[in-house]
């Protein structure tokens, strides 16, 4: 029965000829575990201001009211579980993290503000950073305290972010910084960026990056809002002039940074191919289609219509699967390969093409926009299918995340 989720017992998964074995039940510890953060969040949810988690990024009461739910959830103790004590985590296994994450995306529970803080930066800081680095930032990550972009792109510097251009030049015990990075998501109301800045011109392009940390405050930075095809304001063109930041805000050393930068979009390409995501995506999908009639029954009574959907829930199964199998080679202390590409490639495609087959099912409707009273399921579908096309591109295009997968996972040789 399409949504129906069988009862899962021990089971080994084969993947090119390896076995996975898999332990797909919570123990009981973990059931109430998840019970818990259930009932927390039935009753801690917020009733108004956060509802729709991307719109309204640029209203100061929105981002008082997220960062408000962080520092909620933080305070709870159902933020970076897995982060070490000392910096503000409880060192818990990543079964429980993965616990809250399925959690929230059930509840519908508002988005982190703080994400890319949370998700990207600060999994980097606690492997790269300085003791000093790791004490100063990573506790007011948590809090959201301080909110954090990613300066990685630039106009010349896409797929190919090796190419970047922006300059870093060193005056006394300063960097001197210029140029200009795009699509930064959120740069209009954070407080830091994590930079790729190039610090030696003359060196092949993948060396002579540097990855600094530079607060969005100082004189010299420029944002100016990039309006995207949703309407929304979320990504922005930040320009450096002169921009002054002190050296000890390098992240491990000096022209090194290409290796600091491949551990943040490990993390990046991870959360933009969240499997839970993917589920509640497919729920809703399914709920709609059963709203819909086409020929006096239920659309999902139309047999096109029900193999689409079966075709759909399969691949949502699929990277549920992969995502257990991760977390297992999480609990065994496997290194993660190139897992997080696979993720990033089927996740953020597969919730394009259920975004895609919402808009088909609701026809002339998938037309109006969200404040039209007409609108089918609050029009979310028109939204969805224009935001994720953005998150197909974005954290690396699908072909380059293709072309990673065959030379480094399968030892393909490399195209011409």
């Known amino acids: 029965m399409l949504g129906a989720k069988p009862r899962y017992a021990h089971h080994a998964i084969t993947t090119a000829g390896v076995a996975h074995d898999m332990d797909l039940q919570f123990t009981s510890e973990e059931e109430a575990f998840r019970l818990k ?29 997220a960062k408000a739910w962080q520092r909620r959830l933080y305070e709870a103790g159902y933020v970076a579980l897995a982060w070490p004590k000392e910096y503000g985590g409880q060192a818990m296994d990543p079964v429980r993290q993965s616990i809250v994450n399925d959690e929230m995306v059930r509840a519908k529970a508002p988005y982190n503000v703080g994400a890319s803080g949370l998700g990207m930066l600060g999994p980097t800081l606690i492997s790269w950073g300085s003791e000093e680095q790791k004490q100063r930032y990573l506790p007011k990550i948590l809090t959201a305290e301080e909110i954090w972009c990613q300066g990685y792109s630039e106009p010349g510097a896409g797929s190919d972010l090796a190419s970047l251009k922006t300059r870093a030049e060193i005056v006394g015990d300063e960097f001197v910084v210029n140029g200009q ?16 800045v190039r610090t030696d011109p003359e060196a092949p392009k993948h060396r002579g990056i540097s990855y600094v940390l ?8 420029t944002v100016r809002p990039l309006v995207q095809m949703t309407g929304d304001r979320g990504f922005n063109e930040v320009f450096f002039d002169n921009v002054r930041v002190p050296r000890k805000n390098l992240v491990a050393k000096l022209n090194e940074g290409w290796i600091v930068a491949n551990a943040t979009l490990f993390h990046e390409r991870n959360m933009l191919g969240s499997a839970s995501g993917s589920e509640q995506r497919f729920n809703r999908l399914l709920a709609l289609a059963k709203s819909i009639t ?22 949502v199964e699929a990277i549920r699967f992969h995502a257990l199998r991760q977390l297992t080679d999480q609990i065994r202390g496997k290194n993660p390969g190139v897992e997080a590409m696979i993720n990033k490639l089927v996740g953020t495609e597969l919730n394009h093409d259920l975004a895609t087959a919402a808009m088909e099912a609701m026809g002339d409707y998938s037309m109006l926009a969200r404040d039209d009273e007409a609108a089918l399921d609050h029009a979310y579908w028109p939204y969805e ?3 994720s096309l953005g998150l197909v591109i974005g954290g690396g295009t699908s072909h380059i995340q293709k072309n990673i997968i065959a030379e480094r996972g399968l030892k393909m040789p490399k195209s011409r």
């Open 385 to 387: 299918w224009m935001f």
């Open 37 to 65: 953060v259930r009932s927390w969040l039935d009753e801690n949810m917020p009733t108004s201001g956060l509802s729709d988690t991307r719109e309204g990024r640029d209203d100061k009461t929105w981002l008082a009211r």
């Open 181 to 196: 990075k795009v699509w930064t998501s959120g740069a209009q109301y954070a407080d830091m960026m994590f930079c790729l």
């Open 214 to 221: 530079i607060d969005m405050h100082t004189p010299g930075i």
């Open 294 to 315: 086409r020929g006096g029954r239920p659309l999902t009574e139309d047999p096109v219509f029900r193999q689409r959907l079966v075709e759909l829930e399969i691949r």
